[in-house]
């Protein structure tokens, strides 16, 4: 039967469209008597491993878990049959769907216990993401085998002699376990002691746990329910069924068809019609689990924050006493992520052997069974940095720091909440849901909290629905219209619900319908955010491969979607979720489904996805296509609720009723209570000629053809197989844990995988990061295009801080706190400072010291994974260990020694043995090197991630100002000051100690830093200094700017100036300089040197001036910097004060026109400057009124030779000590800012003064080069430009 051309055998093929493919039956094997659970012992020998105890130790209790009460523990369970023994296409995983249907073995109790039927599902997910369900309902059945009654007994005698025993001798040990095996916090224990430590074969009645399950290729879980329910029901009532039960079980596995897509189908349970109904093609997919359980469990508000954190990819733990809770939510929360999938691992239910994938660096989805009693705390995560941990019990969850909210949340919610209220249901959960809600209703009305994180029920309406018992949800809808404001029409209460009944002939009970009708109408309300959220996502994809083929092979290298464009198109306030969910896996996952639909049929979520959003394009043909952060509400709720109701009102197709089959005689006896033993001849196989398959036949035909087409579609399926597991899962390395096999080698090979995969996910991150930055910087140069952001930058970081973490928590044995990294860190310092107190050495190494010219220096800052921890860690705003540790990343990031500092973190080899287990990443040595090596060639580039993050933290900074000695007094008797600015403020003026060059000051951080103000008083008599530069250096990420000056600070010396404006620049760090050899980096602009300064004041000829078209080239590539400027998204800027005041700045250029052919002789002996030609125009716009041919000319003329007057009169009259260089930058600053240079140019160059000061030859008095400098600076006119404080400080216009 391995040809695809085979024909089908009876009861084979067809099993593709049946409801359901196995019914198994799992339980005790009365043969092999009472097994201890051997997975159990597994899991106690990994915690023990985990927990760093001898194995032995462990082994030598846990083979019979003699701690545990016999009632207590967990036994073997087997299948004990199944039906029919294989299908081909989905076959009979044993061990997983043993471990699944009882996860927790089999379970004994006594005539004394509560042995309530109890219903859970399951999920197995294949290697290749396709799913079976399985639901199981669990009873209790007498045992009548009585060895096994026989071997209870003996266990409890040897249980009681034992605890007796170690009691006397109060062994501590012992007492441990004996109190771990009550529920811990119990009053009552000593009686449930007492209870448990009680079976007596003459006297009590020994029950068993037994399973039936049915497992289906789809999530009808209604529908199975009431089935297995029916079966339940038969077994214990006290008449026989009307058939055996042989006739339904074979009804079911192989005469119930799978209703096909947007039909409903009826089929016959034991008593009575069960009815399902399947999504048609256009609509969301099945879902069958009821949404509403999911919202009552967790509270609206919350389920949006943990649906958040899914959307993100981050780790999130489920944890409830209830399997079919664990599974209630993670189904309904995967389900609302149409059009996307969870890609990562998904185990709804983790069995107790499994838990050692609760280590998987990976992202995961999982949901683990709390036993009674235990809490929160006792329980020890590997990692948590990056978990949403969600108790659903208890109403409550715990987010990942660093959380960006989901867009538009506030209307999402209150959209959300109004469907919510017209089902009744209160957003804010409510816990009187399922099964254990008795139970859990007492316990939590005493401590619930009006505590909105948690989504709890606020006091008073609790005391509302006290009183109101008798009818709740009309409690509910009041306290909700109260507090939302909604008014409410008409509402029809359920009271009328038996009209409606007759009047409609439902077939199916109201309040399924209900919950059908709800859980399409709240998936369409979240559809619905991704359809406008996504409306547009086709433009953004980039499709260049021409084949399928060599797409594939090339998926890795290539970009798949333009990220860049797309955020900047999104309204700000979604930027921060967005350009974090355009990185996941998901995401990735969903474009790379639209690009192979170009050459494969469409992905069914894909399909139905872009029929919406085609729907929305041609309702909104005549509105623009703006992104706009407005909220727009679902339309399509009535429409789908109404498409369900049609459904189940007429029945599309009816399954053949169960029949007799044909049994030996004497089979299917009936006992009431017990599970009959299943006639396995007349189960094994389906009917041999069924009619109902014959009219199927041409689709069956229809759908080989299919498939053997797209087998041979082209493209080797091999080839496919390893795309599926390679190329689309980037970082996805680990897919489904095998439930079945978990001999300690496999788990071995499992963390080899994880390892694996963390390096290569570090490589691809490494990889963007610098490509990414590369690429931007190499744009300020001029090369290509950039495509990073500001935002995009710190998503990337932000994703490299998460693995990190994730790296840090694999095979940890020993943490301390949320985070792995930070526990690790913290443990070094501790040894690092013991050893420091230790060796106290009295030598200290003087450190060593910058440098410059003048002798004056910069000491040289040391580097320190130490000092660089205790920077953080005297940050107060950080407030957790995970924050601290992301700060500590960013910080070592910032200053290029994050690969330098994990190496020597890493090197304390005896503290990595202690913390870590053999398997862990960090202690696989040549996978640690190549992460540390990746991490290494992030030095390339520089990254602000620190300062620009930490905007308000105190900072300490060093400056020094460096003197031109040979030219300068040595000593000065005036007062000098300096005013340091940064991108996020400035210092103030701050008084310099006298005669010391050096000073260290703290103020808030002042982010990159752009100028410094430096002057004096002038007072004394060695009042003039010339000054050589000022250095100020970051005290935290040792980042140190030069600010050149070169000229003199005095009157009657130079421009007579007291006081100058310095443009810095960032200097390489010593890091750089090693790297500089090994890959260049783009420099930085620069600011204007030495040598322009003192050219442009003493002209003496010394250096060669620039011809007339150097000086044009040099205006045009000013003014075009100024323009890409603009052109750039805005967090990507940078300094615009560097491009007007810094070298090759608009200011440094116009004075090079201005200086063009200027009659620069000393007139008795003085210097003649620019300002003093702008003085002159002035003295002659004030005195002259010039007569023109035209009248308008005359008024535009006049006012812009006023406008000149009165700013450089503000300039002149400002009180501050600039000198007439200064004067002329910040005429020039203004006249930029405020548009006005075009008009003031031509002015300049018609004023008769022009003459007298300047030569024929000289650029501003030839008409044509001053019309296209005109045109040149209008071209700066459409952009805003705003100055930076310190560059117009004081000057009034």
């Known amino acids: 039967m391995s040809g695809s051309g085979a024909t089908p055998g009876p009861g084979s093929s067809p099993a593709a469209c049946r409801f359901a493919h196995y019914f198994v039956l799992c339980g005790i094997d009365a043969d092999s008597g009472l097994e201890p659970d051997e997975l159990a012992v597994l899991y106690q020998w990994l915690e023990a491993d985990r927990h760093g105890k001898s194995q032995d130790a462990a082994n030598t209790t846990s083979g019979e878990n003699f701690d545990q009460s016999p009632l207590r523990r967990t036994f073997k369970s087997k299948v004990l049959a199944h039906y029919p023994q294989n299908i081909e296409w989905n076959p009979f995983d044993q061990d997983a769907v043993n471990m699944l249907c009882m996860p927790k073995g089999l379970s004994f109790r006594t005539q004394t216990d509560t042995r309530d039927p109890q219903f859970h599902s399951f999920i197995i997910t294949r290697e290749d993401g396709s799913r079976t369900y399985g639901f199981v309902l669990t009873f209790y059945e007498e045992v009548t085998s009585k060895p096994i009654c026989t071997a209870m007994q003996t266990l409890y005698q040897m249980h009681n002699a034992e605890h007796s025993s170690s009691v006397y001798a109060s062994s501590s040990c012992s007492m441990d376990s004996l109190a771990s095996s009550i529920d811990e916090g119990d009053t009552t224990s000593l009686l449930k002691l007492q209870r448990y430590n009680s079976y007596d074969i003459s006297r009590d009645t020994l029950y068993v746990s037994k399973s039936i399950c049915l497992i ?81 469990l967790l509270g609206l ?35 609302l992520l149409f059009p996307f999938q969870w890609q990562h691992v998904y185990v709804p239910i983790l069995p107790a052997s499994l838990l050692h994938f609760l ?105 509302m629905y006290e009183l109101l018992k008798g009818n709740e949800t009309i409690a509910r809808l009041q306290a909700l219209a109260k507090r939302t404001g909604v008014t409410v029409e ?69 970009q798949n979607f333009d990220k860049a464009s797309f955020l900047s198109d999104q309204p700000e306030p979604y930027l921060p979720f967005l350009s974090r969910f355009i990185e996941t896996q998901m995401f990735a996952t969903f474009i790379d489904n639209k690009i192979m639909s170009q050459w494969e049929e469409k992905d069914p979520l894909l399909r139905v996805f872009d029929s919406r959003i085609e729907k929305i394009r041609l309702y909104n043909v005549r509105a623009p296509t703006l992104r706009t952060s407005i909220y727009q509400k679902c339309s399509t709720l009535k429409e789908a609720a109404q498409s369900i109701e049609q459904r189940l009102m007429k029945m599309d197709h009816t399954a053949i009723h169960p029949h007799l089959l044909d049994m030996k005689i004497g089979q299917g006896k009936y006992e009431q209570g017990f599970f009959p033993k299943l006639q396995s001849d007349v189960l094994a196989t389906g009917p041999t000629n069924n009619n109902r398959w014959v009219s199927r036949s041409a689709t069956q035909r229809r759908k080989e053809r299919l498939r053997q087409h797209s087998e041979h579609v082209g493209l080797d399926n091999d080839l496919r197989e390893k795309y599926m597991q390679e190329a689309r899962s980037l970082g996805k390395n680990l897919r489904q844990p095998k439930l079945s096999d978990l001999s300690p080698a496999v788990i071995a090979q499992t963390n080899w995988k994880f390892v694996e995969g963390l390096l290569k996910e570090c490589r691809m991150k490494t990889k963007r990061m610098l490509v990414e930055k590369m690429g931007h910087e190499a744009v300020e140069l001029g090369h290509g295009e950039a495509n990073i952001t500001g935002l995009e930058e710190n998503t990337l970081i932000a994703s490299l801080c998460d693995l990190l973490e994730r790296i840090w928590s694999h095979g940890l044995q020993v943490k301390q706190g949320k985070s792995a990294l930070w526990s690790h860190l913290i443990q070094f310092q ?210 140190t700017y030069r600010f050149p000056c070169g000229r003199w600070l005095g009157k009657g010396i130079d421009d007579g100036s007291l006081e100058r404006i310095l443009i810095g620049e960032l200097m390489a760090s010593a890091a750089d300089e090693d790297l500089v050899k090994q890959c260049r980096t783009p420099p930085q602009q620069k600011s204007p040197t030495t040598a322009r300064r003192l050219s442009i004041t003493s002209l003496t000829g010394k250096t060669p001036k620039p011809n007339a078209g150097q000086i044009q080239e040099g205006i045009g590539e000013a003014v075009n910097n100024i323009v890409k400027h603009f052109h750039k998204p805005e967090k990507e800027r940078g300094s615009l004060t560097v491009l007007l005041c810094g070298e090759n700045g608009l200011v440094a250029a116009l004075e090079q026109v201005f200086h063009h052919g200027f009659k620069s002789a000393r007139i008795f002996h003085k210097n003649v400057f620019i300002w003093d030609f702008i003085e002159r125009a002035v003295a002659y716009f004030e005195t002259t009124d010039q007569i023109l041919d035209n009248e308008d000319d005359v008024l535009i003329q006049k006012s812009s030779c006023k406008t000149f007057c009165h700013y450089v009169n503000a300039i002149n009259t400002a009180p501050r000590n600039i000198g007439k260089d200064g004067k002329f930058q910040i005429l020039v600053c203004l006249g930029t800012r405020d548009r006005l240079l075009p008009q003031w140019i031509p002015l300049l160059a018609e004023c008769p003064a022009i003459t007298r000061m300047y030569e024929e030859s000289a650029l501003l008095r030839d008409h044509m080069t001053v019309n296209s400098l005109i045109r040149i600076l209008q071209t700066i006119q459409d952009f805003t430009i705003v100055l930076e404080g310190s560059l117009i400080k004081g000057v009034d216009v």
């Open 216 to 296: 289906t290729p789809l999530p009808f879980m209604q529908a199975c329910k009431k089935f297995l329910i029916q079966l339940y029901m038969a077994v214990t009532s006290q008449q026989p069924p009307p058939l055996p039960l042989e006739s339904y079980i074979h009804n079911i596995l192989y005469e119930v068809p799978l209703p096909p897509p947007g039909r409903s189908l009826k089929f016959y349970g034991v008593y009575e019609p069960v009815i399902c109904q399947r999504p048609g093609p256009n609509e969301l997919p099945l879902s069958d689990y009821p949404l509403r359980e999911a919202f009552e």
């Open 301 to 335: 508000e919350n389920l949006v924050q943990v649906f958040t954190c899914v959307l993100l990819e981050m780790q999130i733990l489920l944890y409830s006493q209830d399997y079919q809770r664990l599974m209630t939510v993670a189904e309904g929360i995967t389900t």
């Open 359 to 463: 280590d998987a660096p990976v992202p995961y989805l999982m949901g683990l069974q709390s036993k009674e009693g235990t809490d929160r705390s006792k329980l020890e995560l590997p990692q948590e940095a990056n978990l949403c941990f969600v108790d659903i019990d208890n109403h409550f969850i715990e987010l990942p720091e660093e959380f960006p909210q989901f867009p538009n949340k506030v209307d999402f919610i209150q959209e959300l909440s109004e469907v919510l209220f017209q089902f009744g249901i209160p957003p804010e959960g409510s816990l009187h849901c399922s099964e254990n809600a008795t139970k859990l209703k007492n316990l939590v009305l005493k401590d619930l909290v009006n505590d909105k994180k948690n989504g709890n029920v606020s006091a008073n309406n609790i005391s």
């Open 490 to 558: 008409k509402m029809d209460l359920p009271a009328s619900l038996g009209e409606k009944e007759k009047d409609l002939k439902l077939q199916c009970e109201e309040a399924e319908l209900r919950d059908y009708q709800l859980n399409v109408q709240l998936r369409e309300v979240f559809a619905n955010r991704f359809t406008q959220m996504f409306a547009d996502y086709e433009a953004f994809v980039i499709q260049t491969a021409q084949d399928m083929e060599s797409w594939l092979t090339n998926r890795e290298q290539m």
């Open 830 to 1039: 501790d040894r690092e400072e013991k050893q420091e107190h230790l060796a106290e050495s009295p030598v200290a190494l003087g450190p060593e010291r910058r440098k410059s010219d003048s002798g004056v220096m910069l000491p040289t800052l040391r580097v320190s994974l130490i000092q660089d921890m205790r920077h953080i860690q005297n940050m107060s705003e950080i407030k957790t260990d995970v924050g601290r540790a992301r700060a500590w990343i960013r910080l070592s990031l910032e200053k290029k020694l994050l690969s330098q500092h994990l190496k020597q973190l890493l090197s304390n080899q005896p503290l990595t043995k202690k913390l870590y287990k053999r398997y862990a990443f960090l202690r696989c040595e040549e996978e640690r090197e190549q992460f540390l090596y990746h991490l290494l060639s992030l030095n390339a580039v520089d990254y602000f991630c620190f300062t620009s993050v930490f905007t308000t933290i105190m900072i300490p900074y060093r400056s020094v100002i460096i003197p031109i000695k040979k030219l300068s007094n040595a000593i000065i008797t005036s007062n000098p000051w300096i005013c340091v600015s940064g991108e996020l403020g400035d210092t103030g003026v701050m008084p310099i100690p006298k005669n010391l060059l050096e000073m260290t000051f703290e103020c808030q951080n002042l982010g990159k830093l752009t100028t410094v103000q430096i002057g004096h008083d002038n007072s004394g008599l060695l009042a003039k200094w010339l000054v050589d530069c000022v250095m100020v250096r970051n005290e935290i990420t040792g980042h």
